[in-house]
């Protein structure tokens, strides 16, 4: 069976600071993998996603994630963060068969 | 960018009652999801439908559950009757290609059955 952990339900850092999100996956296909940010009373909004090609990709807002097969990680990265960078960020697995598998999300703040 | 729009934005019933939660997709979109999610918990996936059926569903769409898009116009989560343990945003995705494909979400909808 698919799983997504995300071992960090919060996350505190200085406005300005680097940033890592961690998410492992459980999945023994290739999996289509992405993070998506919600901010407060809104929908998921897509940050970026990976299947194949360069293990780093880039997002929008300055974000990026490493694809890791040994490790079974997909971490999300941004070199320094903004107040607005605030909020749930979601890892996503997608199998082959279309099964959707969310991680429990990590709640960001950011301090000015 | 695309936008999903769902009507209600909220939404307070009985248990007992029926609703029908509504969403408006991106207008060229083929696949069509519902998510459920309990304050401060894990989004979880309902359903996924595609060409007028259910192609996949997870173990939370009991059978009280229902959806349909009729004609093309809104794809509609249907729960009928309602129980206290259905409280929760339920969100509307849809996207062009199967799921693997980049998912637009809706901004949610706040059921709050009593």
């Known amino acids: 069976a698919q799983s997504v952990t995300q071992p960090d339900a919060r996350v505190t850092v200085s406005e300005g600071a680097s940033l890592q999100l961690r998410c492992k996956y459980s999945?023994?296909?290739?999996?289509?993998l992405f993070w998506y940010v919600q901010y407060p009373r809104q929908g998921l909004q897509l940050l970026l996603k990976?299947?194949?090609?360069?293990?780093v990709v880039q997002g929008v807002n300055g974000f990026e994630a490493e694809f890791s097969k040994s490790n079974s990680s997909f971490h999300l990265r941004k070199a320094s963060v903004h107040w607005s960078d605030s909020a749930v960020y979601f890892c996503?697995?997608?199998?082959?068969?279309?099964?959707?598998?969310f991680g429990t999300g990590t709640r960001l703040q950011v301090l000015p | 960018g695309p936008k999903v729009l769902q009507i209600p934005s909220h939404q307070i019933i009985d248990m007992g009652q029926m609703v029908t939660l509504n969403c408006d997709p991106v207008s060229n979109h083929l696949y069509f999801y519902w998510y459920k999610q309990i304050l401060g918990q894990q989004m979880e996936f309902l359903v996924n439908f595609y060409n007028g059926k259910v192609m996949e569903k997870s173990k939370l769409f009991k059978d009280q559950f229902s959806v349909e898009r009729p004609d093309g116009s809104y794809f509609t989560l249907k729960i009928q009757p309602t129980a206290l343990e259905d409280s929760a945003v339920y969100f509307c995705?849809?996207?062009?290609?199967?799921?693997?494909?980049?998912?637009?979400f809706g901004p949610g909808t706040r059921l709050l059955v009593l």
């Open positions: 996503v697995l997608i199998s082959n068969t279309n099964k959707v598998v």
């Open positions: 990976y299947y194949s090609g360069d293990p």
């Open positions: 995705a849809s996207s062009f290609g199967r799921a693997q494909d980049t998912q637009y």
């Open positions: 999945y023994s296909g290739t999996p289509y």
